[in-house]
């Protein structure tokens, strides 16, 4: 079915790419980036294009204004509270989180202000995050009556199963340095610092050879939901393949040669 919004203003969704890196910034910061199904379909085909889009090597996912997203446009959700809205709006919403797993690039989401609900959602399903030290995290929905059960997917891949079951069945708030300690970030920064920080961040990645990091996201997240013996099988198999490769060889033999290596991308 097509949604109201199918018509996706572009500024919903702003794309600035530079050196490798494309950045996706959520554009309606009066309502804090409530995600509303425009800015659904525009993270869609943004995130489609930059699967197909051989320069760009990380993605980085920012929020405009005040804050990363309060999570889904509940005034929206409210005016067209019928099934088939609903239904394709959190199934378009999955969608775009698969997505992002399946992006053979790294995607890291840069965090500030609040993340809640569906925004602290595209946090954990992001492969990396950076928030500043005054960012707060939660899935609040429960308080409103409607249990997050979808931010709870990723969520509870990211931290322990009792800290997820605690912050989807209160919606309490949990500040940086928690969610630091918990597992849903990787890095927390002052405000100041936060470009700078997701920016080492981004080197790092963009260092590494394209296939790789491509072959390893895949494996990684593909092994989490296999048993041991199926994630040691396929892990054999991929790190032979990946020892065979070009890109193998060169960065063996240049650790050998105690040279720099020369990536094939």
């Not at 990363?68 to 509940?74: I, Q, R, T």
């Not at 378009?92 to 797993?101: A, E």
């Not at 959602?121 to 500043?132: C, I, M, Y």
């Amino acid at each position: 079915m097509r949604l109201p919004s199918e018509n996706v203003p572009p500024q919903l969704v702003l794309r600035s790419d530079a050196d490798g890196v494309a950045t996706l910034t959520l554009n309606r910061p009066e309502q804090y980036n409530a995600i509303n199904a425009g800015m659904l379909a525009a993270l869609q085909a943004a995130l489609d294009a930059i699967a197909v889009d051989a320069g760009v090597r990380v993605v980085v996912l920012a929020g405009a204004g005040r804050a990363f997203s309060p999570g889904h446009d509940l005034k929206e959700m409210l005016a067209n509270a019928n099934r088939d809205f609903i239904g394709e709006l959190f199934r378009r919403c999955s969608d775009v989180m698969l997505s992002m797993r399946r992006l053979p690039q790294p995607v890291v989401a840069k965090v500030h202000g609040i993340a809640t609900a569906a925004g602290c959602q595209l946090v954990a399903a992001s492969d990396l995050a950076v928030a500043t030290d005054d960012a707060r995290f939660a899935t609040s929905g429960i308080n409103f009556g409607l249990f997050c059960a979808t931010p709870g997917v990723p969520l509870s891949r990211n931290i322990s199963q009792k800290r997820a079951f605690e912050m989807l069945m209160t919606g309490s708030f949990i500040d940086a340095p928690t969610a630091l300690a918990w597992g849903l970030l990787n890095r927390v920064a002052p405000a100041a610092e936060l470009d700078a920080v997701v920016s080492e961040l981004v080197q790092k990645l963009k260092e590494k050879p394209r296939s790789v990091v491509a072959l390893g996201k895949r494996f990684f997240y593909r092994q989490l939901e296999q048993t041991l013996e199926q994630a040691y099988a396929e892990g054999s198999h991929v790190i032979t393949e990946n020892m065979l490769s070009g890109d193998g060889q060169e960065g063996i033999g240049a650790f050998v040669e105690k040279r720099k290596p020369k990536w094939t991308d």
